[in-house]
């Protein structure tokens, strides 16, 4: 649907919708911090990213039409390359079998594998650049959107101290 949509908010939340089925799917398969870990950090990630889409591109309400789609022939035959090569290495290659048994916390020993000792800091570490990222869009303009009309929204002409922008 991201290459549907006119809108490049709506094609953000569209991208958002897979990610969280992934994040789901990782879930469904037991790996439950995994799984929490990328909806948390893929709705954050999208958020800032529609609102950066609505703030500087072209066309965020997609009043205008648009296609992000480029080379459709030359990227039918890629994908059905890349399908086929796909489908094909996993019906001939031999795949190997289990050795040993399956840990009984495969979370914990994931963690462990790839950050040792230090899982602490690091959840530490990823709570304090979540509040970084938090307070950086929150401090990124100390005036709204509806500053420039002050008290009366409905003045034909706002009364803006700021040269430039939307009002003049």
Do not use: K
Request: proline share 5%; glycine share 10%.
């Amino acid at each position: 649907m991201v290459f549907r949509f006119d809108s490049m908010a709506r094609a953000t939340f569209s991208l958002l919708t897979a990610l969280l089925c992934v994040g789901g799917e990782l879930i469904v398969l037991g790996l439950d911090y995994l799984g929490v870990v990328t909806v948390l950090m893929m709705t954050i990630e999208m958020a800032i990213m529609a609102v950066f889409m609505i703030m500087f591109m072209m066309n965020p309400a997609g009043l205008m039409p648009m296609t992000m789609l480029h080379n459709r022939r030359g990227a039918a035959l890629i994908c059905a390359g890349s399908f086929t090569s796909l489908v094909v290495g996993i019906l001939l290659v031999p795949w190997p079998r289990r050795v040993g048994r399956a840990p009984a916390d495969p979370t914990m020993d994931l963690g462990m594998s790839l950050m040792g000792p230090q899982m602490l800091t690091m959840m530490t570490l990823g709570m304090a650049l979540f509040a970084t990222i938090v307070a950086t869009v929150v401090l990124a303009t100390r005036r709204g959107r509806y500053d420039r009309y002050g008290d009366d929204l409905r003045a034909a002409r706002p009364d803006d101290p700021v040269r430039g922008g939307v009002g003049r």
